[in-house]
T-cell receptor, first 113, second 114 residues
């Protein structure tokens, strides 16, 4: 069975600090990998996704993620965070059509102005 | 486009009551899913559908029923609500037409069972 681990439950950073959120997965088969963000009171929105090709993926709002197959990891990074990045971040894996995503437990990110 | 629309946004039920959470999408997506979100547990899949007339169970299906009579709608039924079903429920849809296709989520339904 597939699983996703996010080891950072709550991260607190000051504005302009660099961010890296960890994500490790276990999945039998072709992997689709995602990072979703949930701003306070809102629904989940896609930040970025990966299936194949360049293992360094760029998403919206300056976020990027690196797929490292040997480590089963898909860590999310941002060089300089802003107060508006305060949100909860979810890593997810899914099959071809994404009818059944498996999510990690989420990382709550708080940015201090 | 409205995207994925869920109703109601908030609901309070008494133990044993039944209700239906509505989900509709206007993107002609074949795949639709229901998740529940609980603190510290992320989102967990309840039921999903890969097309009209086809549904299957996810990770936590007990206490919930679904049906998919049309491409647009995917209602979630609670037959006899229990306090353990207090949660935030999200409906999602995706086209399923390619690798890493995006799943679009509704705004969520916050359900409290007392």
């Amino acid at each position: 069975a597939q699983s996703v681990s996010q080891h950072n439950h709550h991260v607190i950073l000051s504005e302009a600090a660099s961010l890296e959120l960890g994500c490790n997965y276990s999945y039998g088969g072709t992997v689709n990998l995602f990072w979703y963000v949930q701003y306070p009171g809102q629904h989940l929105q896609l930040l970025l996704k990966y299936f194949s090709g360049d293992p360094l993926v760029k998403g919206i709002k300056g976020f990027e993620a690196e797929f490292i197959k040997s480590k089963f990891s898909f860590n999310l990074r941002k060089p300089s965070v802003q107060w508006s990045d305060t949100a909860e971040y979810f890593c997810a894996v899914g099959p071809f059509g994404n009818e059944k995503l498996t999510f990690g437990t989420g990382t709550r990110l708080t940015i201090i102005p | 486009n409205a995207g994925v629309t869920q109703t109601p946004k908030f609901q309070v039920l008494k133990t044993g009551q039944s209700m239906t959470l509505q989900c509709a999408q206007d993107m002609n997506h074949e795949y639709m899913s229901w998740y529940r979100q609980d603190p510290g547990m992320g989102l967990r899949l309840i039921h999903y559908s890969v097309g009209a007339g086809i549904t299957d169970q996810g990770e936590v299906p007990n206490g919930y029923n679904v049906s998919r009579s049309t491409t647009e709608d995917f209602p979630l039924r609670l037959l006899s609500a229990a306090p353990s079903q207090t949660s935030v429920y999200f409906c999602a849809s995706s086209s399923g037409t390619g690798y890493a296709t995006e799943a679009f989520f509704g705004q969520g339904t916050r359900l409290t069972v007392v």
